[in-house]
């Protein structure tokens, strides 16, 4: 899964890039608004993590979500306000978060959490086409890892 993260200060991020490339995402960083958009025309992108002041005050939130509308859109705010949160959330934005070190677990928690989703996501669209393919009920198959939930389906 592919993450983007555009900020003016990349260094500062280096721990949770660390960490994201640690956890198998392919990181990219770029310093501007037109970095991110370039990108999004030549890959497919899973997370956009950004300033908040580049994203509110440039309406990318806007333009990515035209582009790529199945981005997860996180917000790091240097300093967090409702104004600044509505703005955000009205751009497209799924998530606002601080931007400081100490939330850098909560936005990897985020991002894994996310990932996992659309794992179990696909692996239940698979399960349902095999399904159909073999004649195989649902609640017969067991999703990677051996469990089943309670009312057949993966278990969370």
């Known amino acids: ?16 890039i660390e960490d994201l490339e ?14 991110v958009l ?9 997370f956009l993590v950004a300033d908040s002041a580049l994203l509110v005050d440039h309406s990318m939130g806007a333009e990515v979500r035209r582009q ?5 859109l996180i917000v790091l705010a240097a300093r967090p306000s409702l ?15 601080p931007r400081d070190q100490a939330s850098f677990g909560q936005l990897l928690d985020t991002i894994l ?3 996992n989703r659309l794992v ?8 349902e086409s095999l399904g159909a393919r073999t004649g195989v ?4 198959r067991k999703p990677p890892g051996g469990e089943v939930a309670v009312d057949g389906g993966p278990a969370a």
Do not use: C
Not at 68 to 72: A, F, H, K, Q
Not at 137 to 140: F, G, K, R, V
């Open 1 to 16: 899964m592919r993450v983007v993260i555009v900020d003016r200060e990349p260094a500062f991020l280096a721990p949770l």
């Open 22 to 35: 640690r956890e198998g995402f392919e990181v990219t960083v770029v310093e501007n608004i037109s970095g």
């Open 38 to 46: 370039s990108y999004i025309k030549k890959q497919r992108l899973h």
């Open 68 to 72: 790529s509308p199945l981005t997860r």
């Open 83 to 97: 104004l600044a949160m509505i703005k955000s959330i009205s751009g497209g934005m799924t998530d606002y978060l």
């Open 113 to 115: 959490d996310e990932r």
């Open 120 to 127: 179990r996501w696909q692996f239940t669209i698979l399960s």
């Open 137 to 140: 009920s649902s609640a017969e």
